[in-house]
T-cell receptor
């Protein structure tokens, strides 16, 4: 059973388009995240949601809008795609209060290529 | 703010060689520390973790000890295998925040 799943796995699109990436977790966790991994493999947090509430927004452009319809889903919508948005986007989840540490479980990633 | 510094790669070793990947951190309070591994074309998997000073995390022959005095969490393995070839990330999480802060990753290649 897949714990954290993302769709699509690959996304190729033209500059200026709008696209969405979906994430679902079946672990019963209450916190979900989006990370961006650039071409040099550097990983950086974008957003964090706890019980459907946005708690972290790390200076991400307004073109990126996360949406959490329920605790098991966190989707990422990107407007007016730019070349610099090309990256691998990872979704993750964790359970708050799990022994005082934040073990996160990651999805397989979505490779976004903007042409 | 929190930060993680890990040794620059790439690291290339022969099978059965000893591996060390250095990781040091800067954080307020007492963070939890993690090593994640990313195999080619895959997402991140938790390799091991430590939540307090002097804790030793271990998994699949890998070990790392939480050293508060040197703010370090170095990853070691006594005898690497070709299948260990991957990118390794050191990360920390503060106790009251909701994010992982990652190091830049170290690419390990193990040759037969």
């Amino acid at each position: 059973d897949t714990a954290v799943s993302q769709t699509p796995k690959y996304l190729v699109t033209q500059m200026g388009n709008d696209k969405s990436i979906k994430c679902e977790q079946n672990l019963g966790h209450d916190t979900m995240y989006w990370y961006k991994q650039d071409s040099k493999k550097f990983l950086k947090i974008m957003f964090s949601y706890n019980n459907k509430e946005l708690i972290i927004n790390e200076t991400v452009p307004n073109r990126f809008s996360p949406k959490s319809p329920d605790k098991a889903h966190l989707n990422l919508h990107i407007n007016s795609l730019e070349l610099g948005d090309s990256a691998v986007y990872f979704c993750a989840s964790s359970q708050e209060g799990s022994g005082g540490y934040n073990e996160q479980f990651f999805g397989p990633g979505t490779r976004l290529t903007v042409l | 703010g929190d930060s993680v510094t890990q040794m620059e790669g790439p690291v290339t070793l022969s099978e059965e060689a000893f591996l060390t990947i250095n990781c040091t951190y800067t954080a307020t309070g007492y963070p939890s520390l993690f090593w994640y591994v990313q195999y080619p074309g895959e997402g991140l998997q938790l390799l091991l973790k430590a939540t307090k000073a002097d804790d030793k995390g271990s998994n699949k022959g890998f070990e790392a000890t939480y050293r508060k005095e040197t703010t370090s969490f170095h990853l070691e393995k006594g005898s690497v295998q070709v299948s260990d070839s991957a990118v390794y990330f050191c990360a920390l999480s503060g106790r009251s925040n909701y994010k992982l802060t990652f190091g830049k990753g170290t690419l390990l290649t193990v040759n037969p």
